[in-house]
């Protein structure tokens, strides 16, 4: 995508939006019912759907949370990078 991004508060909140069009991130967390995210849209059309992050995924929970709401097919937090490319 070419210039996208989001007008919301930084962080998890700019991620709702980007990734499931939602304003409110702590609301989403709670739904049972999770809102259709641009993830399963791309991977419904073949796509794969990763997401990177340079933080550590026990960071506010987001390695569960961020599963949980955006489901990408694979994340890759600071753990990751760091065992697969070493630390710099």
């Known amino acids: 995508f070419s ?3 989001t007008a919301s508060q930084p962080t998890s909140w700019g991620l709702d939006s980007i990734f499931l069009s939602r304003m409110d991130y702590e609301a989403d967390l709670r739904c049972r019912n999770k809102p259709l995210s641009i993830c399963n849209l791309l ?3 073949g796509w794969n759907t990763l997401y990177f992050s340079p933080t550590t995924e026990l960071c506010f ?3 569960r949370d961020y599963g949980a709401l955006f489901r990408m097919q694979k994340a890759w937090f ?3 990078i760091f065992k697969r490319f070493g630390e710099k």
Do not use: C, I, L, P
Request: proline letters at 0%; aromatic letters at 16%; zero cysteines.
């Open 78 to 80: 600071q753990e990751q």
């Open 43 to 45: 991977a419904d059309r």
């Open 3 to 5: 210039n996208y991004f």
């Open 61 to 63: 929970s987001q390695g």
